[in-house]
């Protein structure tokens, strides 16, 4: 039986159920990632509020995680995060349809 998460909203008493949103966080290469960058928030803003999108510096990854993740600084870094835990990576320019997957299997609920 799956579980819902649990959050407390403000102006509401109890928690409020349903899935913690997911942090995409992309840590951009050296040189002109541009295209890849416009492709990756065209493709988040179809998860709505499930998935939130952050521009980062490997050094800022850690107000997001404490796991160890390995960045290149040559190719474009997708990392997704949830209540702290790493649930998905992708190191590279994958094509759309791959992050689409990789996002959503990120953003399903897990059973409880």
């Known amino acids: 039986m799956a579980s819902a998460s649990h959050q407390l909203v403000p102006g509401l008493i109890g928690p409020a159920t349903g899935p913690r949103p997911v942090h995409l966080v992309y840590?951009?290469?050296v040189g002109d990632s541009?295209?890849?960058e416009a492709r990756?928030?065209?493709i988040v803003s179809?998860?709505?509020n499930r998935v939130r999108f952050t521009r980062a510096r490997p050094s800022e990854l850690s107000r997001f995680t404490r796991e160890r993740v390995f960045l290149s600084?040559?190719?474009p870094n997708v990392v997704l995060v949830r209540d702290g835990?790493?649930?998905a990576q992708a190191v590279g320019k994958l094509p759309a349809r791959d992050i689409?997957?990789?996002i959503?299997?990120?953003t399903a609920e897990r059973a409880g």
Do not use: S
């Open 46 to 48: 179809h998860f709505g």
């Open 104 to 106: 959503r299997g990120a």
């Open 85 to 87: 835990e790493v649930v």
């Open 34 to 36: 541009r295209h890849f």
């Open 73 to 75: 600084p040559t190719v």
């Open 27 to 29: 840590v951009r290469p």
């Open 40 to 42: 990756l928030l065209e």
């Open 100 to 102: 689409e997957q990789l």
